[in-house]
Each structure stands twice: as C-alpha cells, then as structure tokens.
C-alpha cells in the first residue's frame, strides 16, 4: 500500500454484501494432500466450486507461530516448503497467488485486542497453499496469513477471530488451518485409515460440543479429559478451529466435511460455516 488512497481505492472494492461469506475449519494433515489426488484434496475443490468466489483468502494456519500477532502485507507472498523427507513434486511446488498490502492494513485496523505487525518476509505456509490451491487453482485470489501469538491462551484466539468478522461481509473467505487431534509422535502407519480408540472419541465429542455451539468447552478443552490431552499436545493445530468458531453467528448452519481420523492420531475433521 503507497498511500491512505490506495487503502481507501481497495476497501470501496469490499462493500458490504448480501450474503456473508462462509467461514471455514480445514483439517489439512499431510503436505502430500496437496498434490494427491484423494479424498481430502477432491473435497477441497469441490469446496473452491461450492462456495461464492472470495475477494481475498484469509488463512489462520497452524504453521505460523510468532510472538505477537502478524499478517503477510506483501504483494508476492513466497511459497514455503516448510517441511521435509517428502518427495520433490512437492518442493517443485509454487503458488503464486497475489497478497494484499490494503487488506492487511485493513484487518490490521478492524483488530483493536491488539496491534497487529505487518509482515513482509513470511508468506503462504503448507497450512494454507495446500488447501488453497485445490480450491482455487488459478492463484488469482489475494490470500494472506494470520500468525497465531504462541504465548497467549485460547481465550484470547476466539475473542481476536470475533473482531475478525466484518470481513466476512465483504466477502473475503477467512480459513482456519490445523487438525482437532494431532499427535505426531504416537501416528500409527499401519492404521492409515483409522484412529485409535481415543483419538474417535475425541473427534466425536468435539463435533458434538460444535454442534450444541458450545465454545467454552472447547475454548477449555484441558478439561475435557485425557482424550483431549492426547489429542492437542501442544495447541498451535488446534487453536484455527477456535478462530473459526469466533466467527460463527448466533444461527448460522454448520455442516462437516472430510470426517475421518486417520493414523491413529490424525483427525481430518473439517467444517463449513454459513451457506
């Protein structure tokens, strides 16, 4: 953004609309489900088709933890590789959709829980490009990045994503990126198409609390008992869900997609809000 014009210039493209856009919770699981075609994949782009075309893409994904909250204000953000020991199809990768300077210094002013950074060195993380691409695979739609702040609690995510929502009215598309359960160190490759008896239990009583709008007992899922804690051994993947329960109004419909866990530890458990 060069000047308060050129802000002025792309918040008059993002006048209120009839219809709010939908808010979205995708279980992103392995950087792989970006290239393969699978069920997960075939969904996504199913979703891009499904849903009004966004004005912009806004990503809270797992992948991008700093101390403070940031967003990308580039107007090429890089594709990060941020990841390993796959094969190189996936490093070949490049998705070079468009950022926007005058959204982020949009979203920037509509948050007043705190001063958020704009970023120039991040860029779209595999949280979000791999989900991202399959819906919209022409790259022609801004996308920009949330950062999760690391030291605050999960409180403090679902209150932030509520100041989020006014761009939802002016249709730009606000994802959160992660996995409900997601415990990497105790995956089982020999169970690829199912999860452990816990890690079902889990992915069920969440989907159930979703269901009854529930946030505080999700926003307090430390007490939800040692399912849970081995679900979320650290937040970072679980906290995109919260962001994209702030959004949700008092009686908008909520449908699940990609309903699986898988892995053991993996949950693919994704959900829309909003028609």
Same mark, same amino acid.
């Given at each position: ?90 490093? $070949?990768? #490049? *998705? ?6 005058? &959204? @982020? /210094?949009?979203?920037?002013?509509? %948050? ?40 605050? $609690?999960? #409180? *403090? ?6 100041? &989020? @929502? /006014?761009?939802?009215?002016?249709? %730009? ?40 709008? $529930? ?11 040692? /399912? ?48």
């Amino acid at each position: 953004m060069n000047s308060l014009k050129d802000l002025k210039k792309f918040t008059d493209t993002l006048n209120p609309q009839d219809r709010t856009m939908p808010a979205l919770f995708v279980g992103h699981g392995s950087p792989m489900n970006g290239i393969e075609d699978n069920v997960f994949s075939e969904s996504w782009q199913a979703l891009g088709k499904e849903i009004p075309t966004p004005t912009a893409v806004l990503c809270v994904s797992a992948h991008w933890l700093t101390r403070g909250t940031q967003i990308t204000a580039m107007d090429h953000p890089q594709t990060i590789h941020d990841f390993g020991g796959f094969p190189k199809a996936l490093f $070949d990768v #490049q *998705y070079p959709a468009p950022g926007s300077p005058a &959204l @982020a /210094a949009e979203t920037a002013s509509l %948050v007043k829980k705190t001063n958020v950074g704009l970023d120039h060195e991040w860029g779209l993380d595999h949280g979000s490009w791999t989900v991202i691409r399959r819906m919209y695979p022409d790259a022609n739609i801004p996308v920009l990045q949330l950062s999760i702040d690391y030291t605050k $609690d999960a #409180q *403090y995510h679902y209150e932030l994503a509520k100041e &989020l @929502a /006014a761009l939802r009215k002016k249709g %730009v598309l606000i994802m959160g990126s992660g996995n409900m359960v997601h415990n990497l160190r105790i995956m089982n490759w020999q169970t690829p198409d199912t999860g452990y008896d816990w890690a079902v239990e889990i992915n069920e009583k969440f989907k159930h609390l979703i269901r009854e709008n $529930d946030h505080h007992a999700l926003i307090r899922y430390e007490d939800l008992g040692q /399912a849970a804690k081995l679900s979320i051994p650290t937040p970072e993947h679980y906290l995109p869900m919260l962001y994209t329960l702030g959004l949700k109004g008092a009686n908008e419909q909520l449908s699940f997609f990609n309903d699986k866990t898988m892995m053991g530890s993996i949950s693919m458990t994704s959900f829309k809000i909003g028609a």
